[in-house]
């Protein structure tokens, strides 16, 4: 358990994390950042949310992913950080990167959903308040809605950056044409998008194409969520389903995903990452490192022996020819 009161590492910068600039910007996020979407929400161990959150920070890992409905309960992810900050955190605002997000179901009633300006402001005001922040260092429009004019949530974003209430905006799951106009139109009222978020891994390889051309053609920066495919990507299930997993909960990843076919895919790949001197895991994230234009990577986790081994993926070796080609054949590209 992390003492009390937490004093961070004064090595935090020095124990190797690399980080990459986003897009044409100035700032710096470190290559593997730490996302809140599961095990921090009311009913994770507070204590083991507290462990995880402050041994990133000792770790080099300042930038912190969330969004209002991160949990379960709704809301409670931030909440969970939102006490880390105010106990341990406070003194250090000014190293943290720190994001929230609203575009999905969050609240009842016809305005807690999807892109309007009235959703994106009040939910930005309970974000902050339940993480005991006066500012987020970046908010996005989490989905694209195709009902609500793409100029009125662009220009949410704008105001709510004039607002000082974030420092600067993104985007995440956007279609690649919808993330040029949003690109264009922020740009033309002087407020860069950031980043772009999107879902990206080995086993997911949409953002190839348009949306990772499309970010760097604009200078924004990309982001990839679920690197891991949300555990498939590393040895979790190769004995079978731990009640404590992802699975086992049956949350986002379903146990009826965990096919013999799917444990087999991952075990063969597993097999190249032991020829590199890596877990599954570290390969998965090098992986999608190996592209310039991802500036990181957000990985979930439920320990810290987790995170531990992952940061361990940026000290990897280059991928040969031959290894990306083996990887090919198993993931069928
Ligand atoms: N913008 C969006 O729409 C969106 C959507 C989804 C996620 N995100 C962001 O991306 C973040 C990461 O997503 P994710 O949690 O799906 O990422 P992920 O890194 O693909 O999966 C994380 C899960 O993999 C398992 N794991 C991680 N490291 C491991 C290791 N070394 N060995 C064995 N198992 C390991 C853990 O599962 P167990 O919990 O079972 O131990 C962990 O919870 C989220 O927290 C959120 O911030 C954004």
């Given at each position: 358990?992390?003492?009390?009161?937490?004093?961070?590492?004064?090595?935090?910068?020095?124990?190797?994390?690399?980080?990459?600039?986003?897009?044409?910007?100035?700032?710096?996020i470190?290559?593997?950042?730490?996302?809140?979407?599961?095990?921090?929400?009311?009913?994770?161990?507070?204590?083991?949310?507290r462990?995880?959150?402050?041994?990133?920070?000792?770790?080099?890992?300042?930038?912190?992913?969330?969004?209002?409905?991160?949990?379960?309960?709704?809301?409670?992810?931030?909440?969970?950080?939102?006490?880390i900050?105010?106990?341990?955190?406070?003194?250090?605002?000014?190293?943290?990167?720190?994001?929230?997000?609203?575009?999905?179901?969050?609240?009842?009633?016809?305005?807690?959903?999807?892109g309007?300006?009235?959703?994106?402001?009040?939910?930005?005001?309970?974000?902050?308040?339940?993480?005991?922040?006066?500012?987020?260092?970046?908010?996005?429009?989490?989905?694209?809605?195709?009902?609500?004019?793409?100029?009125?949530?662009?220009?949410?974003?704008?105001?709510?950056?004039?607002s000082?209430?974030?420092?600067?905006?993104?985007?995440?799951?956007?279609?690649?044409?919808?993330?040029?106009?949003?690109?264009?139109?922020?740009?033309?009222?002087?407020?860069?998008?950031?980043?772009?978020?999107?879902?990206?891994?080995?086993?997911?390889?949409?953002?190839?194409?348009?949306?990772?051309?499309?970010?760097?053609a604009?200078?924004?920066?990309?982001?990839?969520?679920?690197?891991?495919?949300?555990?498939?990507?590393?040895?979790?299930?190769?004995?079978?389903?731990?009640?404590?997993?992802?699975?086992?909960?049956e949350?986002?990843?379903?146990?009826?995903q965990i096919?013999?076919?799917?444990?087999?895919?991952?075990?063969?790949?597993?097999?190249?990452a032991?020829?590199?001197?890596?877990?599954?895991?570290?390969?998965?994230?090098?992986?999608?490192?190996?592209?310039?234009?991802?500036?990181?990577?957000?990985?979930?986790?439920?320990?810290?022996?987790?995170?531990?081994?992952?940061?361990?993926?940026?000290?990897?070796?280059?991928?040969t020819?031959?290894?990306?080609?083996?990887?090919?054949?198993?993931?069928?590209?």
């Amino acid at each position: 358990m992390t003492k009390d009161p937490f004093s961070p590492s004064a090595d935090r910068y020095a124990g190797g994390m690399k980080y990459r600039r986003c897009g044409r910007s100035g700032i710096l996020i470190p290559e593997i950042s730490l996302g809140l979407w599961h095990n921090f929400g009311g009913i994770s161990p507070f204590e083991r949310s507290r462990d995880m959150i402050l041994h990133c920070f000792d770790t080099g890992i300042c930038h912190f992913d969330l969004a209002n409905n991160y949990g379960p309960p709704y809301g409670s992810a931030e909440e969970t950080f939102g006490q880390i900050y105010r106990r341990d955190l406070r003194p250090f605002r000014q190293e943290l990167f720190i994001s929230t997000k609203a575009g999905y179901d969050m609240y009842p009633g016809l305005y807690g959903n999807w892109g309007s300006r009235k959703y994106l402001f009040e939910s930005l005001e309970r974000s902050l308040a339940r993480m005991n922040l006066d500012y987020v260092d970046i908010f996005y429009s989490h989905r694209y809605d195709p009902e609500t004019p793409l100029e009125e949530t662009m220009q949410a974003l704008v105001d709510i950056v004039r607002s000082g209430k974030a420092l600067y905006a993104g985007i995440s799951n956007y279609p690649a044409e919808a993330a040029r106009k949003a690109y264009a139109y922020l740009e033309e009222r002087d407020v860069h998008c950031l980043l772009y978020q999107g879902k990206y891994s080995m086993l997911v390889r949409d953002p190839e194409g348009p949306i990772l051309d499309g970010a760097a053609a604009h200078g924004v920066g990309f982001i990839a969520f679920s690197p891991l495919a949300q555990g498939l990507l590393t040895d979790r299930y190769f004995k079978g389903i731990p009640s404590d997993s992802r699975a086992g909960r049956e949350e986002y990843l379903k146990s009826a995903q965990i096919t013999p076919e799917v444990v087999e895919r991952s075990r063969k790949l597993a097999a190249i990452a032991a020829e590199r001197g890596q877990s599954l895991a570290q390969m998965a994230l090098a992986w999608d490192l190996k592209d310039p234009r991802v500036t990181s990577v957000i990985i979930g986790a439920s320990s810290v022996a987790q995170i531990d081994d992952n940061v361990a993926a940026i000290r990897g070796p280059e991928f040969t020819k031959d290894e990306l080609e083996a990887i090919n054949g198993i993931i069928g590209q």
